[in-house]
């Protein structure tokens, strides 16, 4: 696999989008006797950062004969897109379907997919809208412990990956996002390619054509042939993914790593003693997050995850208070869980956050039994919030404060 590099890419730079309820033909199932409070869910699709598409056609089934969505929507956001939600849907049944018609632009591609899910990938969306999860409520008086406050998924997303596969999350911004154990494959179609000419829908003055053909659409767009640009002269929000095209095509293999789960579980260490966590959060390869205040709900972690890429946590060490952040580097960590787990098959890893020297350095590793794989390359910060301020890092700011090469890999 060719080397990738992270994108220091810190909020989604997502369009807004009106959704609406519409009638719809299919023969979706409904589920019966259900609770708002269960299904107040919106509709949402999304795209590895470096892989935008614009949607043409978007509505998410539910219910009998319903459906809820948009179209002509630009997206360059990430997979799972946990910052990214609509508030105003409500939706009384679970979701039951997707109709999709999306332009992959780095691909020069269209896709398309009409949807009615299974009976049992039903159930399980129910399933898992109807336990929710444990979040934090309010705060006690006077320390860091937090009331337990119940609550449920507000968002169903829908991920457009290069080559037409879909995956489908359940989320609830900055608290929790999780995969569903389905998807589906789109077909390539070339039935827009002439409506194409003359604008997206929604675009002004349909009846001009903007464009001479369908490779003169995708040429503008990704600033080649007669569009030619220097990436110096391509707007900011979309440079990296030129850059990113320009260099490696569309490596349709990426996502393999992203979506391989392994058995292991993530434990911190200050001086070979466990820390006191009052909060920490995770962000997964595959899209998936989670949240967890220990005194509320320890329990909300991702069974089996894939690969992190970063996380930020809040302790108490003895006098210490503060926290880390911590940023893995993405060809390193694919490497180590490969190696580590080809080399112990059936042993359940631990990843472990360790400070020593009284918080002068920090690591992380993959503990495998008795064997230890360091993460060389993960970018770490711990701060002192009461007293010393920063007191270890591997890496600095840039000039505009942003951290650089982090947050997502190359294929989320």
Not at 49 to 59: P, Q
Not at 119 to 128: F, G, R, T, V
Not at 362 to 377: C, H, I, N, T, V
């Amino acid at each position: 696999m060719m080397m990738h590099l992270f994108l220091g890419v810190l909020l989604l730079g997502l369009a807004g989008a009106l959704f609406v309820a519409c009638g719809n033909h299919s023969k979706n199932k409904t589920i019966e006797n259900a609770s708002p409070k269960y299904y107040a869910w919106s509709p949402r699709p999304c795209t590895p950062h470096n892989f935008h598409i614009r949607t043409e056609w978007f509505y998410v089934k539910y219910g009998n004969d319903r459906a809820a969505g948009a179209s002509s929507i630009f997206f360059r956001g990430g997979i799972g897109m946990d910052e990214c939600c609509l508030d105003d849907g409500i939706y009384d049944t679970p979701p039951t379907g997707v109709d999709i018609t999306w332009f992959s632009q780095m691909e020069r591609k269209c896709y398309k997919a009409e949807i009615d899910f299974t009976e049992k990938e039903i159930a399980m969306i129910d399933a898992l809208m109807k336990q929710g999860f444990e979040m934090a409520g309010d705060r006690r008086e006077g320390d860091d412990q937090y009331e337990a406050n119940h609550t449920w998924y507000r968002c169903f997303f829908v991920c457009c990956l290069p080559g037409g596969k879909l995956h489908f999350y359940l989320g609830t911004p900055y608290e929790r996002v999780v995969e569903l154990d389905f998807t589906y494959q789109a077909e390539e179609t070339h039935e827009l390619d002439e409506s194409l000419c003359y604008g997206l829908r929604g675009m002004m003055h349909n009846d001009v054509k903007y464009w001479e053909d369908v490779n003169d659409f995708y040429d503008d767009y990704l600033y080649e042939g007669k569009h030619y640009k220097e990436l110096d002269s391509i707007a900011e929000h979309l440079r990296d993914a030129i850059k990113y095209h320009r260099e490696h095509g569309v490596p349709y293999d990426l996502w393999n790593d992203y979506f391989t789960r392994y058995d292991y579980h993530i434990e911190f260490e200050w001086e070979e003693e466990p820390l006191a966590i009052i909060s920490d959060r995770w962000w997964f390869a595959n899209g998936e997050m989670s949240q967890r205040f220990r005194s509320a709900n320890p329990q909300n972690m991702i069974s089996k995850p894939t690969p992190p890429t970063d996380l930020y946590t809040w302790f108490k060490a003895s006098d210490f208070y503060g926290h880390f952040r911590v940023f893995f580097d993405e060809e390193e960590t694919f490497r180590i869980f490969k190696q580590a787990y080809s080399e112990h098959p059936n042993t359940s890893g631990v990843l472990k956050i360790v400070v020593v020297e009284n918080g002068k350095r920090a690591e992380a590793r993959l503990q495998m039994g008795d064997a230890s794989y360091r993460f060389e390359k993960a970018m770490i910060e711990l701060e002192d919030h009461d007293k010393r301020g920063r007191i270890f890092s591997n890496f600095e700011y840039d000039e505009e404060g942003a951290i650089p090469n982090h947050f997502w890999f190359t294929g989320n």
